[in-house]
């Protein structure tokens, strides 16, 4: 494979290929020639969730490599009016990814990686990590110390009321 250097985005400290850079990429490359990437997309019975599968085939029409996707269109604000689209973008990525094309450490488009950290930060976590640090800081000895290791520690992102009310726990 040639050394290209595919632009990337940051996501939370990690650099991810956007499915378009890939695409690109596989379209230019002359490896790729006459090589075909297609995508079949299922409706399921809701009308509200899709399934794709994208396939990468040679020019003899061999499979060389899959991605599948699935989305709903209730998961995001983008999905609303696209869960259909970004199914398929989805699916491509995940298929030029299995090809080894613009992957380091993980397949995962950049989508999905922001999609599965904002399900990380859902009301119900925050609220269940908020609990959790107010009983860690009044049974704490020494309150100052658990606070600075609950910042230094946390990925949660805490309301203002939630962050402010820790802060008074960790001077009484």
């Known amino acids: 494979m040639s050394q290209h250097k595919f632009k990337t985005t940051n996501i ?3 650099q991810y290929v956007e499915v378009n850079e890939r695409i690109k990429f596989f379209r230019q490359e002359d490896q790729y020639k006459n090589w075909t990437i297609s995508t079949e997309i299922n409706m399921m019975d809701t009308g509200d969730e ?3 599968k994208c396939l990468i085939a040679d020019p003899e029409q061999r499979v060389i490599a899959t991605g599948h996707a699935h989305e709903v269109k209730s998961s995001s604000n983008i999905n609303k009016t696209s869960f259909v689209e970004n199914c398929e973008t989805s699916a ?4 030029l990814a299995m090809m080894g094309i613009g992957i380091d450490a993980s397949i995962a488009s950049a989508n999905e990686v922001k999609e599965a950290i ?4 859902e009301p119900e976590d ?5 609990q959790k640090a107010v009983t860690y800081l009044k049974n704490a ?3 100052k110390d658990a606070w600075t290791k609950i910042e230094k520690q946390s990925k949660t992102k805490f309301s203002k009321a939630q962050y402010s009310k ?4 960790s001077e009484a």
Do not use: H, S, T
């Not at 491509?92 to 298929?95: F, L, P, Q």
């Not at 925050?126 to 908020?130: A, L, S, V």
């Open 12 to 14: 939370r400290g990690k």
């Open 50 to 52: 899709c399934i794709c």
């Open 92 to 95: 491509v990525g995940r298929a």
């Open 118 to 121: 904002a399900k990380q930060d």
């Open 126 to 130: 925050i609220e269940r990590d908020y």
């Open 141 to 143: 000895k020494d309150r």
């Open 166 to 169: 820790l802060v008074e726990y």
